[in-house]
């Protein structure tokens, strides 16, 4: 019997915790489920990126447009931030690209042709290729970045009303198809759709992936299927997953996490206990997290060194 990761052993722990009987309307499995959601992006997001282990780091490579300076920032990443940026030359070599201050974009004119990097602005990155520009033979601007993990969304089994995602039944790469276990009415072949590992590390195998056809319960998918595609795998619409996207060791704090916000909705003083449990899941579960690769201790290097030294 394989364990269910999905968000209907979540729903089913919180119940528990929570005290929250079957028959009673005031906090639903859709709610818990929401709740869940706010917990994971608010809290638990923010805590596994502070660890520094290089979780949800993901590369976007957007074409290199001769002229064009500005590249709008990955609509995933977390925060609308950066992990890094560089460009990508034609034999696939990544390009240094340091970051430059826009204050030092007002430096005189000797300076400027020998500025080459970067600075972000608002939602976009504007490169600086000094006496490059019009004349500079790239293939890729890469963004380096923290993909935000799916918004959580509810199965069939968790509530049909509201369900958003179906589980592999069988596929073929052939004929590019993929036939599920439900499919919402509501899906067409003007959405897109994320699909997801139903095991750890719980990755997306594809993202935003457009489809030719939707039939019932079969989905007609434009490019190929993605590799590594299992029997019991989630399709859902893009940036939505019926699973946790985080190690399987935070799967507990957040179910501790959306049982304390529901006692405390319902006016129950024990979300207080709940919480002060999830503080010393906390403490423990950076042990787990960090360092990411116990038998390598992290080494501090000088960029831009003189050679040799």
């Not at 990443?77 to 070599?93: E, H, P, S, W, Y």
């Not at 939602?123 to 963004?143: D, H, Q």
């Not at 957040?254 to 002060?276: C, H, K, S, W």
Request: hydrophobic content about 40%; charged content about 15%.
């Amino acid at each position: 019997m394989s364990i269910d990761y999905s968000i209907n052993s979540l729903v089913t722990s919180v119940k528990s915790r929570s005290m929250n009987a079957d028959n009673q309307n005031l906090i639903t499995a859709v709610d818990m489920v929401r709740i869940a959601s706010e917990e994971l992006q608010g809290v638990l997001i923010p805590y596994i990126e502070s660890v520094k282990g290089e979780y949800f780091v993901k590369f976007e490579d957007q074409p290199f447009i001769q002229g064009q300076l500005n590249y709008t920032l990955p609509q995933r990443a977390t925060g609308t931030k950066l992990r890094d940026i560089c460009l990508v030359d034609m034999q696939n070599n990544e390009v240094l690209l340091n970051y430059i201050n826009p204050e030092d974009m007002k430096s005189s004119w000797a300076y400027s042709p020998y500025q080459f990097g970067f600075y972000p602005k608002d939602n976009e990155i504007i490169l600086v290729l000094g006496n490059l520009i019009g004349s500079a033979n790239y293939k890729y601007v890469r963004m380096i970045y923290f993909r935000r993990p799916n918004t959580l969304c509810t199965t069939v089994s968790t509530d049909v009303a509201t369900a958003n995602a179906g589980q592999v039944v069988s596929f073929n790469t052939s004929t590019q198809t993929i036939t599920l276990d439900y499919a919402p009415t509501t899906w067409t072949t003007t959405t897109q759709f994320d699909i997801i590992n139903s095991l750890p590390p719980f990755q997306s195998r594809v993202d935003s992936a457009p489809v030719t056809n939707v039939s019932g319960f079969i989905l007609t998918f434009t490019n190929p299927l993605p590799a590594g595609l299992s029997i019991g795998d989630w399709v859902s619409e893009a940036n939505f997953s019926p699973i946790p996207q985080i190690p399987v060791e935070c799967h507990r704090l957040l179910e501790v996490l959306t049982a304390a916000r529901i006692l405390q909705y319902t006016g129950d003083p024990a979300f207080q206990v709940m919480q002060n449990m999830a503080e010393s899941m906390k403490k423990d579960l950076f042990q787990v997290l960090s360092p990411r690769i116990d038998g390598s201790p992290r080494k501090i290097p000088i960029r831009n060194r003189l050679w040799g030294w």
